[in-house]
Every structure is written in C-alpha cells, then in structure tokens.
C-alpha cells in the first residue's frame, strides 16, 4: 500500500506569510488557525495562531467548544471570552467594521444584505455538504452522484449571484457610474468592478479546494462559463484570498484522508458518513 500522506500542522505559501506576520501575542483578538483572513485591511487587531484541531489542545476548546476551528479568542475581556463558528466570527467582524464604517463585506440595503446571506445561506447548508459526500464518496456510482450534486450547488449560487445582481443593480435605476457602482458595493466580487463579499469570503475557500483537491482525487473541472470563470479569476487574484492560500501540496496532503474516507478523519467526515448535518 502506498505511503498514506497526513494533514499538515503549519499552513505553507502566502497563509504561512500571512500568519507570521500577524503572529504578534498581544493583539487584541486572536484566532485559531487561520479564519478565511479576507478582510486583512482591517484585522490589523487579529493574531494568528495554529493549532492542530484534530488534537483539541485546551487552549482552542475554551474558545470553541467542539474544538473545531476557525475559533476567535477576545482579549479585551478579562479574563479572554471567546467565539466560534466561522459565520458568527465573519458576522462579528463585519459588525465590528460597520461601527468603523470600513472593512465591511456586506451591502448597506438591507434588502440587498438579505440577498447576500442567502447566498451564505446555501453556501453552509449545501455546497460545503456537496463538497465532503462528493470528496468521501468512494463507490463510483457515488462519486458520479456527487459530482452532479456539487456541480448542481455551484450552479445554484450562480443562480442567487445573477438574482442579486439584477434585482439591486441593474434594476436599480442607477443614473450613472458611479450610482451603479455604489448599489454594486457588498455584492461581492461576482459583478465586476465588484470588491469581496461575505459570500465570497465563506465560498473562496471551497471554490479553491475545488480546483485543486476535488480535480486532483475526482477529477473535477469547475464550470467553464465565461462569467463563471471571470468571477473565479477575480476571486483568486483578490489579495486578501491570496494571502489565505497555502500551496497546493498541503491541500492534497490534508485531503487525502477524506479522499480515501479513512476511518476516525474528523468530526466532518463522520457527520457525513452518518447522514448527519455538519457540526
Ligand atoms: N461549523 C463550523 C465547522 C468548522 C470545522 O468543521 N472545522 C474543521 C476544520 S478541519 C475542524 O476543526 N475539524 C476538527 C475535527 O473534526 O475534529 C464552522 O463553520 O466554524
């Protein structure tokens, strides 16, 4: 039996960059391996610090309770109080943001906010579970189905991005420009001269492991489409992306386990053999 390959303990590339730079103990927050760091113009407060989640070191499970990362601990209370779930932590910078009124991934309309979280909506509930049956699936006539099912669950984002977009700007009734660039604002980087949105920031991960994992072990080609492509060109040049990524042999080291569906992968790859929703 080849050699089985084991999931990395330090991020590598441009992540392992990113988290030296910000490796400063007396920031104000800290957070566990690696939150998506979209936002880094203005986490200039946030350390990072990895951790091996698979071991649940003491120091992550106060911050987060199932010792899952991402998890955010908060040194402006004493003693530290902490946050888990990537969405909360990504709602709780965004909040954070709107008091500083920069930073923000998310429209100003709240109509327009709703329809981004829709899109964040199916990004959690099914494109991410598309992403591990497809991954783990083993039987080939499951991995056929799987790969209908993420392909399905792409296009289903596709399908909320074109809502947003027309519904917000181009019925907007945008006199000019500029007008229309300010109703694009928040809707992420699917409209262009777009910038990163909530949605954008949840998904890019995905969408990136995509490319080279779910290619790598299943052969996977992301849709083609022009506007689909430009959308994905956008995303993985956007500088805040970039420096979340690691190179690709960390990706494919770390999923192999899923790939091959080993027994005791993580609490993840559990919650999909049994049928379960992810924790
Ligand atoms: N719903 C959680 C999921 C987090 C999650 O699944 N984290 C994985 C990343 S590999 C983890 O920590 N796994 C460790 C384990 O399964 O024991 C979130 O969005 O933060």
């Given at each position: 039996m080849p050699e089985q390959k084991n999931y990395h303990l330090e991020c590598t590339g441009t992540a392992l960059d990113t988290v030296k730079q910000h490796s400063d103990a007396s920031r104000h927050h800290s957070l566990w391996k690696l939150l998506l760091s979209f936002r880094s113009t203005s986490l200039g407060g946030v350390g990072y610090y990895e951790v091996d989640p698979y071991k649940k070191p003491a120091d992550l499970l106060e911050v987060s309770p199932k010792g899952l990362v991402p998890g955010l601990k908060l040194h402006k209370y004493t003693p530290p109080r902490g946050l888990n779930e990537s969405t909360v932590i990504l709602e709780y910078f965004e909040d954070l943001a709107a008091k500083t009124t920069k930073?923000?991934?998310?429209?100003?309309?709240?109509?327009?906010?709703?329809?981004?979280?829709?899109?964040?909506?199916?990004?959690?509930?099914?494109?991410?579970?598309?992403?591990?049956?497809?991954?783990?699936?083993?039987?080939?006539?499951?991995?056929?189905?799987?790969?209908?099912?993420?392909?399905?669950?792409?296009?289903?984002?596709?399908?909320?991005f074109e809502r947003a977009e027309s519904e917000i700007v181009q019925s907007g009734g945008a006199a000019g420009v500029g007008e229309q660039k300010a109703l694009a604002a928040g809707l992420g980087l699917w409209v262009e001269g777009g910038d990163l949105s909530l949605a954008d920031a949840m998904v890019g991960p995905w969408i990136f492991r995509a490319s080279n994992v779910l290619k790598h072990y299943r052969a996977f080609e992301l849709p083609t489409g022009d506007k689909f492509g430009a959308w994905i060109a956008r995303l993985f040049a956007h500088p805040a992306f970039k420096a979340t990524c690691s190179t690709e042999e960390l990706y494919l080291d770390s999923y192999e386990r899923y790939a091959q569906n080993r027994p005791n992968t993580s609490q993840v790859a559990n919650a999909i053999n049994s049928g379960k929703p992810l924790p």
């Open positions: 930073g923000s991934l998310l429209p100003i309309d709240p109509y327009a906010r709703a329809l981004v979280r829709l899109q964040c909506d199916h990004i959690s509930r099914s494109l991410v579970p598309a992403f591990y049956r497809f991954l783990q699936a083993q039987e080939e006539s499951a991995q056929i189905e799987g790969g209908k099912d993420f392909h399905a669950a792409l296009e289903a984002l596709v399908v909320l």
